[in-house]
Nanobody, 123 residues
Framework: VQLQASGGGSVQSGGSLRLSCAAS????????MGWFRQAPGKEREFAAA????????NYADSVKGRFTISRDGARNTVHLQMTSLKPEDTAVYYC?????????????????WGKGTLVTVSS
């Protein structure tokens, strides 16, 4: 099983980026998916989650209204559209998968993690 995150980069404050997480070796539609982030010197934190069929999403208060998580079942891919980016969004972003939506929401023992992709937002 592999989760491959991509789409990170450097943008100015107010800019946008779209992260993608491609899943291989599992049927992603059977899993809830989430995006987490870890800023330099800080602990990992939850950013966004989507349930197995895309009917339910959840966001951290810090990104609500600016980030949108979505999934493309045909391509086994989950996206995170990030707009109105702020310097405090600078972090390594990780995608994760778990059969339990609740586990993704609480960052409680994810089944699978991908390697991160770096997002840098300059002021």
């Amino acid at each position: 099983v592999q989760l491959q995150a991509s789409g990170g980069g450097s943008v100015q404050s107010g800019g946008s980026l779209r992260l993608s997480c491609a899943a291989s070796g599992l049927i992603s539609s059977s899993y809830a998916m989430g995006w987490f982030r870890q800023a330099p010197g800080k602990e990992r934190e939850f950013a966004a989650a989507i349930n197995w069929n895309g009917a339910s999403t959840n966001y951290a208060d810090s990104v609500k209204g600016r980030f949108t998580i979505s999934r493309d079942g045909a391509r086994n891919t989950v996206h995170l559209q990030m707009t109105s980016l702020k310097p405090e969004d600078t972090a390594v972003y990780y995608c994760a998968a778990d059969r339990s939506f609740r586990a993704v929401l609480t960052d409680d023992g994810m089944d699978y993690w991908g390697k991160g992709t770096l997002v840098t937002v300059s002021s």
